[in-house]
């Protein structure tokens, strides 16, 4: 396992049309302390101070970008570092692989996880837990990722961390933006719904205490919080002026989106807070039950259907009567 004095995390996501994968070693203090956090004594950011690679994964305040939709598949390691008022001990490292695979991260994901390892110089047996974007999100993409966590963490014999997507982009908007202590995320989720949760920085958990659960509704019936917010996500660029809770926001950072490095930073605070599972319990967030009828269901819908299609005067599918028709 890991040597005792660092603390090994990989990261996975892919719960949008991006494969996103974040391993982060962090040196521990020698009385056990404390995690870098979004915010250190006295509020300081505890943003990555610095970034370098060749898909320029840098911002102003956060050291990386969560949207690098153009980069190459030959994106290279970000080495990542936290501001010292963060953690006792030395600057964790960080490397990330974060790239638009569309349908395919499934194929992507163990190649990048290889990569990581290989360029931290670093074994896989040294992690000490895995994190996994849990949901909402696409449902292929969160059982990719759940099960891919799941799969290594059963091989190495340590616990899998699952991090709401909808917490990740709250987790990107702080660092940021450490004025963001209070964020409402919310995503396109297709189908004319959003998903989105309310999220609350504590200052005396140095964590993010959940005010609303992650829900699917229409973006008219999003709530807005009691409190001064920023709105994080992409749903305000997807549904313009039907997001009603974009006019209240103090800001909108349409960046902050599902990405593997938040998210690991995120479950670094919960496995040292002893919120980690065990390998079996690893499990995906949906939220929506369903996108599609079943078969029975379809066929349900149309034998409720019948009587009226077979009443006087009625009109007629084509595809009813047509010798090649198909009944949809």
Same mark, same amino acid.
């Given at each position: 396992?890991?040597?005792?004095?660092?603390?090994?995390?990989?990261?996975?996501?892919?719960?949008?049309?991006?494969?996103?994968?974040?391993?982060?070693?962090?040196?521990?203090?020698?009385?056990?302390?404390?995690?870098?956090?979004?915010?250190?004594?006295?509020?300081?950011?505890?943003?990555?101070?610095?970034?370098?690679?060749?898909?320029?994964?840098?911002?102003?305040?956060?050291?990386?970008?969560?949207?690098?939709?153009?980069?190459?598949?030959?994106?290279?390691?970000?080495?990542?570092?936290?501001?010292?008022?963060?953690?006792?001990?030395?600057?964790?490292?960080?490397?990330?692989?974060?790239?638009?695979?569309?349908?395919?991260?499934?194929?992507?994901?163990?190649?990048?996880?290889?990569?990581?390892?290989?360029?931290?110089?670093?074994?896989?047996?040294?992690?000490?837990?895995?994190?996994?974007?849990?949901?909402?999100?696409?449902?292929?993409?969160?059982?990719?990722?759940?099960?891919?966590?799941?799969? &290594?963490?059963?091989?190495?014999?340590?616990?899998?961390?699952?991090?709401?997507?909808?917490?990740?982009?709250?987790?990107?908007?702080?660092?940021?933006?450490?004025?963001?202590?209070?964020?409402?995320?919310?995503?396109?989720?297709?189908?004319?719904?959003?998903?989105?949760?309310?999220?609350?920085?504590?200052?005396?958990?140095?964590?993010?205490?959940?005010?609303?659960?992650?829900? &699917?509704?229409?973006?008219?019936?999003?709530?807005?919080?009691?409190?001064?917010?920023? &709105?994080?996500?992409?749903?305000?660029?997807?549904?313009?002026?039907?997001?009603?809770?974009?006019?209240?926001?103090?800001?909108?950072?349409?960046?902050?989106?599902?990405?593997?490095?938040?998210?690991?930073?995120?479950?670094?605070?919960?496995?040292?807070?002893?919120?980690?599972?065990?390998?079996?319990?690893?499990?995906?967030?949906?939220?929506?039950?369903?996108?599609?009828?079943?078969?029975?269901?379809? &066929?349900?819908?149309?034998?409720?259907?019948?009587?009226?299609?077979?009443?006087?005067?009625?009109?007629?599918?084509?595809?009813?009567?047509?010798?090649?028709?198909?009944?949809?």
């Amino acid at each position: 396992m890991a040597d005792m004095t660092e603390t090994v995390l990989l990261a996975l996501d892919t719960s949008t049309e991006f494969c996103s994968v974040a391993l982060l070693a962090v040196a521990d203090s020698p009385a056990g302390g404390s995690v870098p956090s979004s915010a250190g004594a006295g509020g300081a950011s505890c943003a990555p101070a610095s970034a370098q690679s060749s898909a320029s994964l840098s911002s102003p305040s956060s050291g990386y970008s969560p949207r690098v939709a153009a980069a190459p598949r030959s994106l290279a390691a970000a080495s990542v570092s936290a501001s010292p008022a963060c953690d006792g001990s030395r600057e964790p490292r960080v490397w990330v692989r974060h790239e638009a695979t569309g349908a395919v991260s499934s194929t992507r994901l163990l190649p990048a996880i290889r990569e990581l390892f290989d360029e931290a110089g670093l074994d896989l047996h040294a992690c000490n837990a895995i994190a996994f974007g849990a949901g909402p999100g696409s449902f292929t993409g969160l059982r990719t990722a759940t099960g891919v966590a799941q799969g &290594l963490a059963f091989g190495l014999g340590c616990p899998v961390v699952p991090i709401g997507t909808l917490a990740a982009c709250a987790e990107s908007a702080r660092r940021r933006d450490p004025a963001a202590t209070r964020v409402l995320a919310a995503l396109d989720a297709r189908m004319d719904e959003v998903y989105w949760a309310d999220y609350a920085w504590d200052d005396a958990l140095q964590d993010w205490r959940t005010v609303r659960a992650a829900a &699917l509704d229409a973006p008219e019936r999003l709530v807005a919080p009691d409190a001064p917010y920023t &709105l994080a996500g992409n749903a305000a660029a997807v549904f313009g002026a039907r997001l009603a809770v974009a006019a209240g926001a103090r800001s909108i950072d349409h960046e902050a989106l599902p990405h593997a490095l938040p998210l690991a930073f995120a479950a670094l605070r919960a496995w040292r807070a002893g919120r980690a599972l065990p390998a079996d319990q690893a499990a995906p967030e949906y939220v929506r039950d369903k996108v599609a009828l079943t078969t029975a269901e379809r &066929l349900a819908v149309k034998a409720a259907a019948q009587p009226a299609a077979d009443a006087p005067g009625a009109p007629r599918a084509a595809s009813d009567h047509h010798p090649g028709g198909r009944v949809r």
